[in-house]
C-alpha cells in the first residue's frame, strides 16, 4: 500500500515537471510584448477607437459641395470653417478629410489678383492672408503674404510658417507703424523695416519679434540704415530694456552719446529709468529718474540730473570744468485719497550754477537759464472731522541765483482754529454786533535761516538756525447801520518767542554797520484795532431810445476806517535799542529786526485811512446777443487809497495809490498803478538821494506801473462761427490730403489757423531818488499752422530802454505721417542754440529711429 503511494506520488512530480517544460519551451516562442496572465478578468472590456479630431468641424458658404470618393469638402462664397478656437473665413476653401488640411483663399479679381484677403481668427486676434494651409490635426500652417496686427504697428510677410500657436516664422517680412497702411487708407507705408527672416513669439501677456539683419525703407527706397538684429517687444505692461542713444558731435564737448540708458518697471505702482550722457572731452551727465503711481491714492516721480562739465583743452585760457547737480520730486496725492490728510511735493534744487553750465540746450528752450530764483516745498496737512483744527507742516527751499544765497525753513508748523462766532445764537439769525463777533486764532512755529550752496548742512548753517514761535488772535465783528452802511470793528493781538536777537553796531574800522546775533529767549506781545464803514453808492445815466449807447452805470465803494496800535519802541518795554552810526546820531532798531517773527511797531499809530472802489459799464446795442443789448465793461476796477496818521511827528500823509484795470475792445487788457508823493522832494546838489520835506501839496510821481496784453487769433478775425470748407468745396482729398478741399480748379483749400499775443510793459519807479529807474519791452509770442501739418511758433522780446532784443525763439514741427520733424532755434540772446530732432512717432521706435542734432549752450557764443 505504501509502495503504490510512493509511485503515485511519483508520477504525479514526473507529470508536473514535464508540464512546466513544455511551458518554458513555449514562452521562449512567443512573442517578447506579449504578457500572459494566469488570472481571468472579473469583466470583458471593449476599448473604442479613437477619434481623429479633437472638435466638431462646422463648416458654412454660400455654396457647399461634397466629393465623398475622394474625401474632399468645398466651399465657395461667404465660405467659413470653425474648428475649435479657429475661425477661418474667405471667398474659397477647400476640405481634405483624409490629410486634415484646409486650403484658403482670399477673393480674386478679373486678373487673377487677391481683391479680398482671407481672415483667420484665434483667441480673439484676428491675421489676413492671400492664402494659407491649415492642418486641423498637427495646427500647423503655411500661408502667402499674411499680414499680423501686433502693437503699434503690423507684420506683413511673404511667406508665414506657423509653427504651434505660439511661434510663428516669417521670410521677408515688413513691419511699420505707419497709420495709414494699418487703417488701409493706403496699400504702400510710407516707411517699413524689412527683415529676411523674423520669429514671430506669442504669449499670453505679451508677445516679441526677433529678426536678422534689418533695413529701413522710406517710400519703399532702401536707406543705408542696417541693423544685424532686432527685438521687438509687444506688450501692454511694461517691459524692461535698454534705451537707444542718440550720436553726433559737438565743438565744445566732443563726440557724444545722449540718453543711453535702461529702462526697468518694478512691481505694479513704479518704474525706473537710468540714462547717462558721454563726452568725449570729458563730460558727462547721469539721469535717474522713478515714476510712481497708484490709482486713486496718489502720483509723483523723482529725478535727478549730476555730472561734469568739460569746456575747452586743458591748459589753455578757455578750459573750464564744473560740477552740477539736480534733484526734483514730485508728489500728488488724490483729492478723493484721504480729505483729512494731504500730502504734496515740489521740489527743484539745483546748483547755483546749474542752467548756465550744463551742455542740456532744453534747460535753454524753456527758458530755465532766466530763472532768478527756485522754489522747493513739501507740506503735510491735517484736518479733523469733528475739530474745528487744520495743522499744516511745511518745508521750504528758496534759491536766489543772483546773490548765491538760499533761504531754508525747515519746518514750518502752523496750527489754525478755524474761525467761529463767539456769542452764536441757538436758533435764529446772528444780529447786531454782539452776535457777529467772530474770533480766529493760530500757533505758528518757525525755523529759519539763510545760507550758501556749500554751508548747506553744515555747523555753519546750524548755527545761523533761527528758531520762532507766535500766536494770533483775530477778533472782528459788523452789522448795518441805517441799512446802507456796513459797520466793522477788528482787534489783532500777536505774542512771540525768537531763540536769537539782533545786536547791531557801528564799526570805525571798516566804516560799516554791523549786525550780529546773540542766543536768548527774546519775546515781544503787541495789538492792534480798526473800526471802518463802508456803502455801496449806484448811479445811472440812461440814454434815448434808439441810440447806440442805451445806459452807463457807475458803481462806487467808498470806506473810511481808523486804526490804533500803540508805540512799542519805549524803553519800558525793551524791543528796541539803540547805536551810534558814522555821524555819532543815536539811531534806533529793533532786537527782532532780520528776524522770523516780525518786529512791532516802532511808533504811535492813529491813522485814518479814505479807499474809493469804482465800476464803470455801459450797455449799448448789439445784433449778436439774443437780448439785443451788451455789457461793456469801461473800468472793472478804478481804485483810490490814502491814510492819514494824526500821531505822526511829520509826515501824516501817507502815498497816495491809483490803481486799476480794464477791457479794452472785449480783448485789450490793461493793468495800471500809480503811487504819488503828498510832499515836497529837494535834492542837495551832486546828490542823488532826495530829502522828503514838510512841504505838502508838491505831489510826484514815485511809481508808475503799466502792462498790456492783448491776444489776436484767427478765431477773433473769422467770428465764433467756424469755417466750414465742405460747405463751399465739394472735392475733398484722400490719403493724406483728408484736411484739404480742392475748388472747381483743383487748388487746394484749407483753414490756418493762427495766434498771436501782444505783450507791452512799462515801469517807472524813483523812491526819492533824482532820476529815478525805468524798465519798458515789447513781446509778441504767437504760432500758425501754414498747412494742416506744418506750424511755426516763436517769441520775440525787445528791450525799448537798451534798444535790444531780449529773448528770441523759432520753432517750427511737421507732421510727416510717421515721422515728426522738429526745429528750435534761440538766434538771439546769451544762448545761442539750435535743435533739430526726426523721429517715428510711434512709441514702439521713437528712440530707436531717430536723428538728432544740436549746437551746443555757451554763453555768447557766436552762431
Known amino acids: 500500500m505504501v509502495k503504490t503511494g510512493f509511485k503515485n506520488i511519483l508520477l504525479i512530480l514526473i507529470i508536473l515537471i514535464f508540464n512546466n517544460f513544455l511551458a518554458l519551451l513555449n514562452a521562449q516562442n512567443l512573442p517578447k510584448n506579449v504578457i500572459i496572465k494566469d488570472k481571468i478578468p472579473k469583466s470583458d472590456t471593449v476599448i473604442a477607437k479613437k477619434e481623429q479630431l479633437e472638435a466638431v468641424v462646422e463648416t458654412k458658404a454660400d455654396n457647399i459641395r461634397n466629393d465623398i470618393p475622394k474625401k474632399m469638402t468645398y466651399l465657395n462664397k461667404k ?118 527672416n523674423i520669429k514671430l513669439i506669442k504669449g499670453k501677456e505679451k508677445s516679441q519679434v526677433i529678426t536678422g539683419p534689418i533695413q529701413l525703407y522710406i517710400e519703399e527706397v532702401p536707406t543705408p540704415l542696417i541693423m544685424p538684429f532686432a527685438i521687438l517687444p509687444f506688450s501692454d505692461k511694461r517691459s524692461a530694456g535698454i534705451l537707444i542713444p542718440s550720436f553726433g558731435e559737438r565743438e565744445d564737448v566732443g563726440f557724444f552719446l545722449n540718453s543711453l540708458g535702461y529702462y526697468q518697471p518694478i512691481g505694479e505702482h513704479f518704474d525706473l529709468k537710468i540714462l547717462t550722457d558721454i563726452y568725449t572731452k570729458g563730460s558727462f551727465n547721469l539721469r535717474p529718474e522713478m515714476n510712481y503711481k497708484k490709482n486713486y491714492r496718489y502720483s509723483g516721480n523723482f529725478s535727478a540730473d549730476i555730472g561734469t562739465t568739460v569746456r575747452g583743452i586743458k591748459g589753455l585760457s578757455d578750459y573750464s570744468k564744473s560740477k552740477t547737480y539736480r534733484i526734483a520730486w514730485r508728489h500728488q496725492q488724490d483729492t478723493k485719497a484721504n480729505p483729512f490728510l494731504t500730502f504734496s511735493a515740489s521740489v527743484d534744487v539745483v546748483s547755483n550754477k546749474f542752467y548756465n553750465n550744463t551742455v542740456n540746450n532744453n534747460y535753454a528752450f524753456n527758458q530755465n537759464n532766466l530763472n532768478a530764483q527756485q522754489n522747493s516745498s513739501i507740506s503735510v496737512v491735517k484736518r479733523f472731522l469733528t475739530l474745528p483744527v487744520t495743522i499744516t507742516g511745511t518745508s521750504s527751499y528758496s534759491q536766489n541765483f543772483s546773490t548765491g544765497l538760499a533761504d531754508l525753513k525747515l519746518p514750518v508748523l502752523n496750527v489754525a482754529i478755524n474761525q467761529f462766532y463767539l456769542f452764536k445764537p441757538k436758533t435764529g439769525t446772528r444780529q447786531g454786533l454782539l452776535e457777529n463777533i467772530t474770533v480766529s486764532t493760530g500757533l505758528n512755529f518757525n525755523n529759519y535761516v539763510q545760507t550758501n550752496e556749500g554751508e548747506l548742512f553744515t555747523q555753519a548753517m546750524w548755527d545761523k538756525l533761527q528758531t520762532g514761535l507766535k500766536n494770533n488772535i483775530a477778533l472782528g465783528t459788523n452789522s448795518t447801520i441805517a441799512k446802507y452802511f456796513t459797520f466793522s470793528l477788528s482787534a489783532n493781538i500777536d505774542n512771540a518767542l525768537t531763540t536769537k536777537a539782533l545786536n547791531r553796531f557801528y564799526n570805525p574800522v571798516t566804516n560799516i554797520v554791523e549786525d550780529t546775533f546773540t542766543k536768548k529767549i527774546a519775546g515781544y506781545s503787541s495789538f492792534s484795532t480798526s473800526a471802518s464803514l463802508q456803502t455801496v453808492l449806484y448811479g445811472m445815466l440812461n440814454f434815448k431810445k434808439g441810440s447806440g449807447i442805451q445806459a452807463i452805470r457807475h458803481m462806487m465803494t467808498p470806506q473810511i476806517s481808523f486804526s490804533y496800535s500803540p508805540d512799542f519802541s519805549a524803553p519800558g518795554f525793551g524791543y528796541y535799542k539803540n547805536y551810534s552810526n558814522d555821524r555819532g546820531e543815536i539811531t534806533p532798531y529793533s532786537i527782532f529786526d532780520k528776524g522770523i517773527i516780525g518786529s512791532p511797531n516802532s511808533s ?259 552762431f
Open 79 to 196: 465660405a467659413q470653417v470653425k474648428y475649435q478656437d479657429m475661425l477661418i473665413e474667405a471667398d474659397y476653401i477647400s476640405i481634405d478629410w483624409d490629410k486634415s488640411l484646409i486650403f484658403a483663399r482670399g477673393e480674386l479679381d478679373s486678373l487673377g489678383r487677391i481683391k479680398t484677403p482671407a481672415q483667420a481668427t484665434q483667441a480673439g486676434k484676428t491675421y489676413e492672408y492671400d492664402q494659407f494651409t491649415y492642418n486641423i490635426k498637427t495646427r500647423q500652417a503655411i500661408a502667402f503674404n499674411a499680414r499680423t496686427e501686433e502693437s503699434e504697428g503690423v507684420i506683413v510677410a511673404e511667406k508665414t510658417k506657423k509653427y504651434n500657436d505660439s511661434v510663428f516664422f516669417m521670410r521677408r517680412g515688413k513691419y511699420t507703424t505707419d497709420e495709414y497702411f494699418i487703417a488701409k487708407k493706403d496699400t504702400v507705408a510710407d516707411y517699413y523695416l524689412l527683415a529676411p
Open 604 to 862: 504811535l499809530q492813529e491813522t485814518l485811512s479814505f479807499a474809493i472802489n469804482n465800476n464803470l459799464e455801459m450797455k449799448v446795442k448789439s445784433k449778436k446777443d439774443s437780448t439785443g443789448v451788451k455789457k461793456i465793461k469801461i473800468f472793472e476796477s478804478l481804485n483810490f487809497n490814502t491814510g492819514y496818521n494824526f500821531a505822526a511827528p511829520k509826515y501824516k500823509w501817507s502815498i497816495f495809490s491809483f490803481n486799476g484795470q480794464t477791457t479794452i475792445f472785449e480783448k485789450l487788457n490793461l493793468n495800471t498803478s500809480l503811487a504819488l508823493e503828498p510832499y515836497k522832494i529837494i535834492f542837495a546838489p551832486g546828490e542823488n538821494q532826495g530829502i522828503r520835506t514838510d512841504n505838502f501839496g508838491n505831489f510826484s510821481i514815485q511809481g508808475f506801473n503799466a502792462q498790456l496784453s492783448y491776444p489776436l487769433s484767427s478765431e477773433i478775425f473769422s467770428g465764433k462761427e467756424k469755417v466750414d470748407l465742405s460747405k463751399k468745396y465739394s472735392k475733398k482729398g484722400e490719403i493724406r490730403n483728408e484736411n484739404y478741399y480742392f475748388d472747381d480748379d483743383d487748388y487746394a483749400r484749407f483753414t490756418q489757423p493762427w495766434t498771436l499775443n501782444i505783450n507791452a510793459q512799462y515801469s517807472y519807479s524813483k523812491n526819492l531818488t533824482r532820476f529815478g529807474r525805468k524798465m519798458a519791452s515789447v513781446g509778441l509770442d504767437g504760432s500758425i499752422k501754414l498747412t494742416p501739418f506744418w506750424n511755426i511758433n516763436g517769441n520775440l522780446y525787445y528791450d525799448v530802454i537798451s534798444k535790444e532784443i531780449a529773448n528770441t525763439r523759432i520753432g517750427f514741427s511737421r507732421d510727416q505721417r510717421s515721422f515728426t520733424i522738429n526745429f528750435n532755434w534761440i538766434p538771439y540772446g546769451p544762448y545761442k542754440v539750435y535743435d533739430f530732432f526726426i523721429g517715428i512717432k510711434a512709441n514702439i521706435l521713437r528712440d530707436a529711429l531717430k536723428y538728432k542734432d544740436r549746437s551746443f549752450t555757451q554763453p555768447n557764443a557766436p
